[in-house]
């Protein structure tokens, strides 16, 4: 059984920075792409970014470009959102989730996760004040 455990939410001010970790179980880090998602209260769930663990491409929504930065640590299992710069639009539930990579382009897995996951976890709450 895969679960993921978010970590390193908690409240900061606008401008300030966060670290999240996702820690996987239940499988270890292959040919996957592993990504952040979040959904704030009234809003969709968003694709945020998201990592191959094979070759360490990577997609970024418009949105958080340039201010966010993902990694990946193949050994530990983690995939960790670095969150600069963090506006009064970027408070939410933040998810990690993965799809088998098969080739495909991140920014496809990323699709696929946000139509198809099904095993959202507790999630790990970012909160900005200002």
């Known amino acids: 059984e895969v679960q993921f455990v978010e970590s390193g939410g908690g409240l900061v001010q606008a401008g300030g920075s966060l670290r999240l970790a996702c820690a996987a179980s239940?499988?270890?880090?292959?040919?996957?792409?592993i990504g952040w998602f979040r959904q704030a209260p009234g809003k969709e769930r968003e694709g945020v970014s998201c990592?191959?663990?094979?070759?360490?491409?990577?997609y970024y929504a418009d949105s958080v470009k340039g201010r966010f930065t993902i990694s990946a640590d193949n050994a530990k299992n983690t995939v960790d959102l670095q969150m600069d710069s963090l506006s009064p639009d970027d408070p939410a539930l933040y998810y990690c989730a993965y799809t088998f990579r098969l080739g495909m382009p991140t920014s496809q897995a990323m699709e696929v996760m946000r139509l198809h996951y099904a095993s959202w976890g507790q999630g790990t709450q970012v909160t900005v004040s200002s």
């Open positions: 239940g499988f270890t880090f292959d040919d996957y792409a």
């Open positions: 990592i191959s663990s094979s070759d360490r491409s990577t």
